[in-house]
């Protein structure tokens, strides 16, 4: 056998595997995918749950189908806490075993933004609203399709 031809053949076999593994390390590191939320520290989502707040003068201003659940980002007064306070919040109206909601609320129209959730139950923590127009927030769902797959994410527009 050709010890030149045999040379070659490592060479080459070591330049695949260097590429692929260079592009796996790219793929844990993040480079090039898309920008990811920062969680919210406690603090800075609230701990009400519109759910039992006893909410009134509930506005649906945004909604998405997600495979037959309807992700909704709600406003609304919870009388429970404050009565001149308006909140937005998220609901997953159909929700089954295993999906998940919650609310992306950002200070800068969008461009960046915290995560408040998920949770597995049918609405997020309510966030008091503002006349900023900077400040934005969006419902967010996954829901899994099915035990083979992947769960699918979809989000409302910013309001």
């Known amino acids: 056998m050709n010890s030149n031809h045999s040379k070659a053949n490592f060479i080459k076999f070591n330049r695949i595997v260097s590429a692929g593994t260079a592009t796996i390390s790219l793929l844990f590191v993040g480079i090039g995918s898309p920008t990811l939320p920062a969680y919210a520290f406690p603090g800075e989502c609230s701990t009400v749950n519109p759910e039992i707040a006893r909410p009134t003068n509930v506005k649906t201003v945004r909604?998405?189908?997600?495979?037959?659940?309807?992700?909704?980002?709600?406003t609304g007064f919870l009388l429970d806490v404050s009565p001149t306070l308006q909140y937005g919040w998220a609901r997953m109206a159909n929700n089954q075993n295993?999906?998940?909601?919650?609310?992306?609320?950002?200070?800068?129209?969008?461009?960046?933004?915290?995560q408040c959730g998920p949770w597995t139950r049918q609405y997020s923590e309510a966030v008091t609203t503002s006349r900023d127009r900077n400040q934005v927030f969006r419902a967010c769902g996954t829901v899994s399709i099915n035990i083979f797959?992947?769960?699918?994410?979809k989000c409302t527009t910013w309001f």
């Open 149 to 153: 797959s992947r769960s699918e994410v």
């Open 63 to 74: 909604s998405v189908d997600l495979n037959g659940r309807i992700i909704q980002l709600r």
């Open 98 to 114: 295993g999906d998940h909601i919650w609310m992306d609320f950002s200070q800068d129209g969008g461009r960046t933004w915290k």
